[in-house]
């Protein structure tokens, strides 16, 4: 997997598709100076040469500079805050469960908001400066920072009511976090208690994007003089998390796959999804570009957020899958395919995908398969 360059987007008043409220908006504006006052240093662990890819992924997460990105995506942390704060009567007197905690906000939030107690479980070091934090802000006795994995402690309690946890990645599904919050569901969750969020959907359109993909494919069949297009049929397999600007969108969007996160399974993961694109104008199409919304259906009112391109721009930008085929489409014409998801067999945490399509079209007939890796 690969971050792009762009610059995110600084037009306001893009919509989204389960946005804020007028009033939300204007809080998301008042917090950006608001967010980054709970990161603090800590040392990233050290360990062996024996280490798995699972403890390189539990190490990213012990640098607060991570955590200060997440923390300053506004849409997404001050969503969180307000589905606690103005659905206070979820949280209150309630046990908390908060997985996957990081500098421990989501457990700061429930705690304020009434909870009668909430277990943090962070696995990297960050754990050790949730702790400062819960101390400095005086929530010591309504938080307990628990350091381990999900699959491996214990809690001091048989059941928790309500289950909070930002464990969305790239595309979704990259890291595969949600398998973990799926473990914590049916060992700890009470008959009856909640998730947050509880659904989660993955979305699919196609865009013209010529210039950026000369630049960053095209580049290597001719590198000052020399070929080097076997690193071209890398780039071609890694999808590029990147922004997507509103105006390169070619088609209408296309829902694959909700995940209902109260009910489904951990195989539910892996998936494969029909899709049928429909051009919105005369065009062409360099690539696909995924992106996902999340909601939350337990609060007095609908709440969640959109990182579509449509959208304001958070962390997670969108993933771009580049095509082998520059597809001229008209307008009212098709891309048919499916997409199939599955975690990496040799690490989970990595995703495999494998797009099959086809155009039938005036001026364009192709059908292909492709195969991309985030890692």
């Known amino acids: 997997m690969e971050n792009g360059r762009r610059k995110l987007p600084v037009a306001s008043g893009q919509s989204s598709k389960i946005g804020f409220d007028e009033g939300d908006a204007d809080a998301i504006d008042e917090v950006v100076t608001e967010s980054s006052n709970l990161e603090d240093d800590s040392t990233m662990s050290e360990a062996g040469d024996d280490r798995t890819s699972a403890d390189y992924y539990f190490d990213s997460y012990s640098h607060f500079g991570i955590h200060e990105e997440m923390l300053k995506d506004v849409v997404r942390t001050k969503t969180y805050q307000n589905v606690i704060y103005k659905n206070a009567f979820l949280f209150k007197d309630k046990v908390v469960l908060?997985?996957?905690?990081?500098?421990?906000?989501?457990?700061?939030?429930?705690?304020?908001?009434?909870?009668?107690?909430?277990?943090?479980?962070?696995?990297?070091?960050?754990?050790?400066?949730?702790?400062?934090?819960?101390?400095?802000?005086?929530?010591?006795?309504?938080?307990?920072v628990l350091k381990g994995k999900i699959e491996e402690i214990e809690l001091?309690?048989?059941?928790?009511?309500?289950?909070?946890?930002?464990?969305?990645?790239?595309?979704?599904?990259?890291?595969?976090?949600?398998?973990?919050?799926?473990?914590?569901?049916?060992?700890?969750?009470?008959?009856?208690?909640?998730?947050?969020p509880d659904k989660a959907s993955l979305y699919l359109t196609a865009i013209e994007d010529a210039e950026y993909k000369e630049d960053k494919i095209e580049f290597w069949n001719n590198v000052y003089g020399f070929d080097m297009s076997c690193i071209r049929k890398q780039a071609m397999s890694e999808p590029l998390v990147d922004i997507v600007e509103q105006n390169q969108i070619v088609t209408d969007c296309q829902l694959l796959k909700t995940m209902d996160i109260s009910n489904m399974h951990t195989g539910d993961v892996s998936f494969t999804a029909p899709f049928?694109?429909?051009?919105?104008?005369?065009?062409?199409i360099h690539a696909l570009v995924a992106y996902f919304d999340v909601s939350f259906t337990k609060c007095h009112k609908l709440m969640g957020f959109s990182t579509g391109p449509k959208s304001r721009a958070t962390h997670w930008k969108q993933t771009v899958l580049y095509l082998e085929d520059v597809l001229s489409i008209c307008q009212g014409e098709a891309v048919v395919g499916t997409l199939t998801v599955s975690p990496n067999k040799k690490n989970p945490r990595d995703v495999d995908i494998a797009l099959k399509y086809s155009l039938d079209g005036q001026n364009c007939q192709v059908s292909r398969t492709q195969f991309y890796k985030m890692r």
């Open 276 to 284: 049928k694109l429909l051009a919105e104008r005369n065009d062409y």
């Open 98 to 144: 908060d997985v996957g905690a990081g500098t421990g906000i989501l457990s700061l939030f429930c705690a304020k908001a009434g909870a009668r107690h909430v277990y943090a479980v962070e696995c990297s070091t960050m754990a050790d400066t949730a702790q400062q934090i819960v101390r400095q802000n005086g929530f010591s006795s309504a938080i307990t």
């Open 156 to 196: 001091p309690v048989a059941q928790v009511d309500v289950i909070i946890s930002e464990w969305m990645g790239y595309f979704l599904l990259y890291e595969n976090m949600l398998n973990t919050v799926l473990y914590a569901r049916d060992k700890w969750l009470i008959q009856g208690g909640i998730i947050l």
